[in-house]
């Protein structure tokens, strides 16, 4: 069955920092381009950042670059999201999600095949 599974979610301070893990299993993971994204209350979900298959294209979403960094190891199946100088409005549920395509979208829509279930990010002030 083919999963992805989201962790290293949690209580941090403004300023400090989080590195969420994405575990894949059941399907190519390498065949697959992963995207980060998050839903704060009340919001809609947003795409926080973006890898390409072979992990040679990264995107992120305006209010994260220079913060937040993504990075995969497609022998482990897994890919990251390191999160530095949180702010209390990055607070959200974060998911990963796998498209079975090489790049990232050109548009908003993303296409996936998978979702992860998703961790909690809270940053307080």
């Known amino acids: 069955q083919a999963q992805l599974v989201e962790s290293g979610g949690g209580l941090v301070q403004a300023g400090g920092s989080l590195r969420l893990s994405c575990v894949a299993s059941?399907?190519?993971?390498?065949?697959?381009?992963i995207g980060w994204f998050r839903q704060a209350p009340g919001k809609e979900r947003e795409e926080v950042s973006c890898i390409s298959m072979n992990g040679d294209t990264t995107r992120y979403a305006d209010d994260v670059k220079g913060r937040f960094t993504i990075a995969r190891e497609n022998a482990k199946n897994t890919a990251y999201l390191q999160m530095n100088s949180l702010k209390p409005e990055d607070t959200a549920v974060y998911y990963c999600?796998?498209?079975?395509?090489?790049?990232?979208?050109?548009?908003?829509?993303?296409?996936?095949?998978?979702w992860g279930q998703g961790t909690q990010v809270t940053v307080s002030s």
């Open positions: 999600a796998a498209r079975p395509f090489r790049n990232c979208p050109s548009g908003k829509s993303f296409f996936a095949d998978y």
């Open positions: 059941g399907f190519r993971f390498d065949y697959y381009t």
